[in-house]
């Protein structure tokens, strides 16, 4: 973990073209990332699956099934710690009745403390929102054409309390929040029953405006 937290700060540092690939599934199938959950239902369960189009063959995906609305299993990628960031996630979502839903977290404090941007293909929008003692406040939203069974990439560029968010390259909102400004973990997190592969997170800082 150590040397994880010393890489992310390198990358920092480095230059906006520089890029860290932080690990959700390794290369021999096992998850590398820290469960958790916030909300109520049934415990997370996050498994590495196999996906010929994922990083080494393998995918970061929550298995549980719970269809309760309010559930929200998360992935914490141990040791990867920011503020200022700019972070591309790839993933695929797969199923799901209640929300197919794939998002990125970052600053996060806690299970019940952070921001997180998600895309849903079941009701295809893509939202930012800020999780504060457990409750969810959204701060944006934007109808998007977000399709099931297909690769996406969701990107969120963090700089002080500005919040940018693109979907497939495509802008989708800018936003401004000053309720956490602190550095924190970053991670996935998905919604109810939504069967999502979680591929790449790429992170590097963000280019000065």
């Keep these: 973990m150590r040397v994880l937290i010393f890489l992310l700060s390198l990358a920092l540092a480095a230059p906006a073209s520089a890029q860290l690939v932080v690990p959700l599934a390794t290369a021999d199938g096992r998850v590398a990332c820290v469960q958790g959950k916030t909300g109520i239902g049934q415990?997370?369960?996050?498994r590495a699956v196999a996906d010929p189009d994922g990083p080494n063959g393998w995918a970061l995906a929550e298995t549980a099934g719970d269809p309760t609305d309010s559930r929200f299993p998360l992935c914490i990628a141990e040791g990867a710690v920011g503020?200022?960031?700019d972070a591309t996630l790839r993933f695929?979502?797969?199923s799901g009745t209640r929300a197919q839903v794939a998002g990125l977290i970052f600053r996060a404090q806690s299970a019940n403390d952070y921001y997180f941007v998600q895309a849903n293909a079941l009701d295809k929008t893509v939202r930012l929102y800020r999780m504060e003692k457990g409750k969810r406040n959204q701060l944006?939203?934007?109808d998007a054409p977000i399709e099931?069974?297909?690769?996406?990439?969701?990107r969120v560029v963090a700089a002080n309390d500005?919040?940018?968010?693109?979907?497939?390259?495509?802008p989708m909102f800018e936003v401004t929040?000053?309720?956490?400004?602190?550095?924190?973990?970053m991670g996935v997190i998905t919604q109810a029953d939504s069967v999502t592969h979680f591929g790449s997170l790429l992170l590097s800082p963000p280019q000065p405006r």
């Design 140 to 142: 944006a939203r934007k």
């Design 177 to 185: 929040d000053r309720s956490l400004p602190q550095a924190g973990a």
């Design 83 to 85: 503020r200022d960031l």
């Design 92 to 94: 695929k979502p797969v």
């Design 43 to 46: 415990t997370s369960e996050w």
């Design 162 to 170: 500005n919040f940018e968010v693109t979907l497939d390259g495509k």
């Design 148 to 154: 099931t069974g297909k690769w996406h990439s969701l």
